[in-house]
């Protein structure tokens, strides 16, 4: 399966996630959206609109590997959650020194990308609802792991991963950490995220920032 772009993959994702929620559905009158800026809010956008709930982000950051940057050597998120992928670097030698140097940096980030999708607005509150988290794909898993680590301590009700697409490895970890776990397609041999769509432009902070002014916005 190939998506044409991040708006097609959401509303496909959409109307597979109407499907399997419905049972837990109709037991559920309070939930919220979060997607994983920036590649995965408009495909989040999508889910938001078609579920009729409202849409917030979750700040993650990927932990490259200097002079590597695409390879992750983990994630922080929103709310000081930090996951280390300890394989990666133990193979490749990494010392404490350049882990710490590359999280200070990517939290600066971080930091930044919350003052600006949120502004002064309070981050929507999670506990006893259900929770969706969106993604444009998922590779390593890294930053997925840290925002489920991060959202699971706010105590909501139902927690679900939905993904356009994911390696059958990643998901087969992850899944286990959720109350339910959606992706589309799990190709193999799976590659980069970006292999799976005709458009994968890069997602500007404009276009976040119009997705979470008007989740209805293509």
Do not use: C
């Amino acid at each position: 399966m190939r998506f044409r772009n991040r708006v097609h993959a959401g509303e496909l994702l959409a109307e597979r996630l109407t499907q399997k929620l419905a049972d837990e559905w109709s037991e559920t009158t309070d939930g919220v959206v979060l997607g994983l800026p920036r590649g995965g809010v408009p495909v989040a956008a999508m889910v938001a609109r078609k579920l009729d709930l409202p849409l917030d982000v979750h700040l993650v950051r990927k932990l490259g590997v200097p002079g590597r940057e695409e390879y992750a050597m983990g994630a922080i998120s929103s709310g000081g959650i930090r996951i280390l992928n300890d394989d990666a670097i133990e193979k490749l030698g990494i010392n404490d020194a350049t882990i710490e140097n590359v999280t200070a940096r990517e939290r600066i980030e971080l930091e930044r990308r919350e003052r600006l999708f949120r502004g002064e607005k309070p981050p929507l509150q999670l506990d006893d609802r259900t929770v969706i988290i969106v993604d444009d794909g998922i590779a390593t898993g890294a930053s997925m792991e840290s925002a489920i680590e991060a959202i699971a301590a706010a105590s909501p009700s139902f927690l679900v991963v939905a993904v356009p697409v994911a390696p059958r490895s990643t998901v087969m970890r992850l899944a286990p950490t959720v109350d339910l776990f959606m992706t589309l397609t799990t190709p193999e041999p799976f590659g980069a995220v970006g292999m799976h769509y005709e458009d994968f432009a890069q997602t500007t902070d404009d276009e976040v920032q119009r997705f979470l002014d008007s989740p209805d916005d293509r």
